[in-house]
């Protein structure tokens, strides 16, 4: 295999997770036809390059009783969303931030900041302290609140 | 609920788990019990759902992967039918209903840009309804921060 092939089959084989052995890697490693030792060489490979975040448990907001789930979304001026994005990704109580196009007339938002709280109350508090970093810059901002979850698997790479 | 025991071991495995043959072991060390309770520990967490996933979070984009956010503003009476509709692709990875005209919100996963814009021109085309997409321009922060689960674990009367 090529390493991109190997890297592509170790994502296919630990997307789900490690198996909780005591040896995991060897474990994987026995799935693909690789040493323990290779998987461990490909993963840190991986982190090195960013291709892997990160190693670790991954918990479910829900269950940590972050119950309200805000998508604040931010109309903020162009010259500026990329420098003020950075400062509000920085901000503890931001999960997940990204630019994103406008759709006008009817989405005029460009900044997107996933808040977690444990009720609106303290979403909306979040959304102030994001409001006043932004100050001038922000033209008009939403929350949209997560109501229902129709779908959750995961983002995947697909099989071959 | 969570213990505060519990909270503190999501916390410490947050990321950084180690490349090494035993990491469980390792890991068991640092925590001051034993391999075997780690590992039940950890299954029993994935087991009731407090964690989603144990293992490698991958940033798929750089294996060549593409995700999309995209929108729709379904009626309500066909919300249902629609939804049914997105989730039966197997590219949509999430789903959410919002509080929003945008109400229908997911994220589809494909292994191109093109793949994915062909999956969202499809959902156009099977619900009649226009799909509005938000690739991401710039990331500026992703995943959930510790200090708000180490704060969670000081007050566990409050979980729930």
Known sequence: MKPADIDRALIRATQS???????PYEAVGAVLGLSGEEVRERLARMLDSGL???IGAVPNHYR???TANGMSVWDVDDAQVDALGVRVGALPCVSHCYRRPRHLPDWPYNLFAMLHGRNRDEVEAQAREIAALLGEACRSHDILYSTAILKKTGVRLAGD | MLSPEELHLIAHLHGGFPLVDRPFA????????????????LRSLLARGDLTRFG????IERAGGRFVLAAMAVPEARFDEVAAQVNGRPEVAHNYRRSHRLNMWFVVAADSAEAAQAVLDGIAADT??????FPKEKEFFVELKLPIVADYGRKP???R
Do not use: T, Y
């Open chain 1, 64 to 66: 940590l009783g972050f």
């Open chain 2, 56 to 59: 490698p979070l991958f940033q």
């Open chain 1, 17 to 23: 997770g490690l198996p909780l052995v005591p040896r």
């Open chain 2, 128 to 133: 009649g309804i226009e799909v509005l997409a």
């Open chain 2, 157 to 159: 009367h409050e979980a």
């Open chain 2, 26 to 41: 390792e890991v068991a060390r640092q925590l001051g019990c034993s391999e075997d309770m780690l590992l039940e520990r």
């Open chain 1, 52 to 54: 892997i975040r990160r």
